[in-house]
């Protein structure tokens, strides 16, 4: 706890000064009830069923298949958008900061943009010893599948990599490597 | 510093151009948004006006534009009636609190009126992308005109809702910033406009200059110096206390800054700035001396 590194969440709500909305998840749904009297609320999510055929779309949804073609696709859109725009990225924190560096990118204000951790413990690993970036890393301790070496997954979150810090666990004697506990936050 | 006042040139009954010359050595240089704050000796008293300098940065002078105001704001009176070539002007060096955004990719400039100033000087930037609209009275279009580029994103629009302000607004991209300048009204209704489409604070900029238009006289007790001083008519309360020899905080002079927040003890102020929230200005516990006044007779201020 108290860790200055690690992002801390409101809860979702969307934002009253916004004339429209665009709501971004990874998850299927988006967990929330959306609130009544917004009239320009777009809702992006990434579902399929089965075999990668994206879910039917209801009006002012969109599913996708992959986080890897919604994210392409938000840059399009926010490059195309005009002021008033509030962007909300709700998921894991790997989505919801890489969306937010789109955002950043097609030129919002941090003021226009809300993140919201929602969804299963999973973290997004930077390996510190390979760079290797690994994904959805649900214990405390991985193995690096690309250099082998042993990491901890330490709280230190970088918004710029949108991914935890993994340090090697058995640098002082190696071969010494601790039992993985399940991520709690 | 000491400035000699070169060149004069008219451009409309009410709109003066003015060259300043350093008396020796060579001028600070002044970056694009810099202004200078002026001292003009008047019979009985002095006045400080903030001018934007127009000229490019490293010029061997610099170049202002000045509306005769009618109303207080002496200074500017006295530029246009009394001001002579080669008359000696003691003049503040430049402080710049309206540069252009450094993260925006595109500028929507808007101005209104005298409000023209501050994006002459943006137009030295190398490189700066732009639109420009410009509002002005039709009896000044030629001046305007004469200031104003001739390029396709620069727009003068004359006359009552020539400029569709909300659908300009409503169709700029996200990365763009909107920079303001003009009288308090214009700023106002811009700043309504704006926040009525969804554009958020941190995407605003705003300058303005000129906002003490001067109103019923009051009175203002300073709790810790000890002091009660008369506003006049003509007179800001930030005049009105450099007058009495104090030397409260400020910058730009115009409402815009935020340096010259003083805090209400007693009495009610009338808000003219464009710096406290709606919220700050409801609460009637601060206020900006360079441009608020009183609503009620005495105003009691913690300084
Ligand atoms: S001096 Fe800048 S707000 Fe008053």
Redesign the pocket.
């Known amino acids: 706890m108290g860790n200055k590194s690690r992002p801390i969440y409101a809860p979702f709500k969307l934002d009253v000064t916004g004339r429209a909305h665009l709501i971004v998840t990874n998850l299927a749904e988006p967990p929330l009830e959306l609130a009544e009297g917004f009239d320009d609320i777009t809702v992006w999510t990434v579902k399929t069923i089965g075999r990668g055929i994206p879910a039917p779309a209801a009006p002012g949804l969109r599913p996708f298949r992959a986080v890897a073609e919604l994210l392409p696709q938000l840059a399009v859109r926010l490059a195309q958008a005009t002021v008033g725009l509030r962007l909300y990225a709700i998921g894991s924190e790997a989505f919801i900061w890489d969306a937010f560096n789109v955002a950043i990118t097609a030129g919002l204000d941090k003021a226009e943009i809300f993140v919201h951790h929602a969804g299963p413990l999973v973290r997004r690993v930077y390996c510190t010893h390979c760079r290797t970036m690994i994904e959805d890393v649900a214990a405390d301790i991985t193995p690096c599948p690309a250099c082998g070496a042993h990491l901890f997954v330490r709280d230190h979150f970088s918004r710029r990599l949108a991914a935890f810090m993994g340090v090697i666990v058995d640098a002082e004697v190696p071969g010494e490597v601790p039992a993985a506990e399940a991520l709690t936050s | 510093m000491k400035l000699i006042l070169a060149k004069i040139k008219v451009l409309s009954p009410s709109i003066r151009h003015f060259t300043l010359a350093p008396v020796s050595g060579t001028l600070p240089v002044a970056g694009a948004g810099a202004h200078v704050v002026l001292e003009i000796a008047g019979p009985g008293r002095v006045w400080k006006n903030a001018y934007s300098i127009i000229s490019a940065p490293g010029a061997a002078t610099y170049e202002i534009v000045v509306r005769r105001v009618e109303m207080s704001r002496g200074g500017s009176a006295w530029l246009h009636d009394h001001a002579q070539i080669g008359k000696v002007i003691e003049v503040q060096p430049p402080q710049n609190?309206f540069t252009p955004p450094r993260t925006a990719r595109k500028h929507l400039l808007l101005s209104a009126g005298i409000g023209i100033t501050p994006f002459l000087s943006y137009l030295h930037v190398p490189g700066l992308n732009y639109e420009w609209h410009h509002c002005g009275k039709a009896e000044d279009a030629a001046a305007f005109k004469a200031l104003l580029p001739d390029a396709a994103h620069v727009t003068l629009h004359t006359g009552r809702n020539a400029l569709n302000l909300a659908a300009l607004l409503a169709a700029q991209k996200l990365d763009t910033h909107l920079s303001l300048c003009g009288p308090e009204a214009f700023m106002d209704f811009a700043l309504a406009t704006a926040e009525h489409a969804g554009w958020p604070a941190q995407k605003i900029h705003k300058e303005s200059f000129g906002g003490a238009t001067g109103g019923e006289p009051f009175t203002v007790h300073l709790r810790r110096s000890g002091h009660t001083i008369n506003v006049g008519a003509d007179q800001s309360l930030?005049d009105a206390l450099e007058a009495a020899g104090l030397a409260p905080?400020?910058?730009?002079?115009?409402?815009?800054?935020?340096?010259?927040?003083l805090p209400v003890l007693a009495g009610v102020p009338a808000h003219h700035?464009h710096?406290l929230s709606a919220t700050e200005r409801a609460a009637n516990d601060a206020i900006?001396?360079?441009?608020s006044r009183a609503q009620t007779q005495e105003l009691v201020l913690d300084f």
Request: net charge neutral; glycine share 14%; charged share 20%.
């Open positions: 609190l930030l905080p400020c910058l730009c002079r115009g409402g815009a800054c935020g340096e010259c927040k700035d710096y900006m001396i360079c441009v």
